[in-house]
């Protein structure tokens, strides 16, 4: 993880700028943590302000681009964290669990480090529907599929979950794979695909040939004559979920 986002994570910050909303659901998943270390916490989006905070993130790049003033941060891995058990209220991980060496190793230690509430963003793996994945990037599908892990594979480790959806607004300012879905010539920019690790982890002749696809069917109206119902919404269920564990 640590090299793929020394790779690609220049200019992140400007991309992946946190949502409101999804903050606003993270905030009170997170209740009554009185403490919380973000795993895999990239460059802060959605840490908390109303408590103390310690991120832990293993990329160089990632970690220069965090804010004066943010949270203290540990250049470390998930999968072995340097705090004592329950040394914290809750521990958060952010659309991170999939790019970490052991997945499950890193969810035993976000369960051992929290005395309260483990707070996960995550997609989940059973989910289908979204355009862009179906006609375009079918390849995305097939590699996400093997990282996420199911729902299931949370409860292993963390006991039972609550696992709750987060609707993608049509607005969404953090650009994430599913951000742009009413807003399909973003996928064009190579800016805001440079911001998506999954469209890193494509070949280059597949990842091409959907570019040119979208393009095409966006120049002709084909794609907005196959997706005219999008506009009618405000939000969509694109399969990210917020998972849950209480632990006491």
């Excluded at 910050?13 to 949502?19: A, W």
């Excluded at 990239?42 to 103390?52: L, N």
């Excluded at 039972?160 to 951000?179: H, I, K, M, S, T």
Aim: a neutral charge; proline letters at 8%; glycine letters at 8%.
């Amino acid at each position: 993880m640590s090299q793929l986002y020394d790779e690609i994570g220049v200019g992140y910050q400007q991309r992946r700028r946190p949502d409101p909303r999804l903050a606003a659901a993270i905030t009170r998943a997170l209740d009554p943590a009185e403490s919380v270390v973000n795993v895999g916490a990239g460059a802060g989006s959605y840490e908390p302000t109303d408590r103390p905070v310690v991120a832990v993130e293993p990329a160089m790049t990632m970690i220069r681009q965090r804010r004066a003033g943010s949270a203290p941060v540990v250049q470390a891995s998930a999968n072995d964290l340097p705090f004592r058990d329950d040394g914290f209220g809750g521990s958060l991980a952010i659309l991170t669990v999939h790019h970490w060496p052991d997945r499950a190793r890193g969810l035993d230690e976000l369960a051992r480090v929290a005395r309260r509430r483990v707070v996960i963003v995550t997609w989940d793996p059973a989910a289908t529907g979204f355009w862009l994945v179906d006609d375009y990037f079918p390849e995305i599908v097939e590699i996400d599929r093997k990282i996420f892990p199911t729902i299931e594979d949370y409860a292993r480790p963390l006991g039972r979950v609550e696992v709750q959806p987060f609707p993608v607004p049509c607005d969404c300012v953090d650009g994430f794979l599913g951000a742009y879905w009413r807003r399909p010539h973003a996928y064009l920019d190579a800016g805001v695909r440079s911001a998506i690790s999954a469209f890193t982890k494509m070949s280059p002749p597949k990842l091409e040939a959907g570019l040119e696809r979208l393009r095409r069917d966006l120049a002709d109206g084909t794609w907005e004559r196959r997706n005219a119902s999008l506009f009618e919404l405000a939000e969509i269920d694109l399969g990210y979920r917020i998972v849950i564990a209480s632990k006491r």
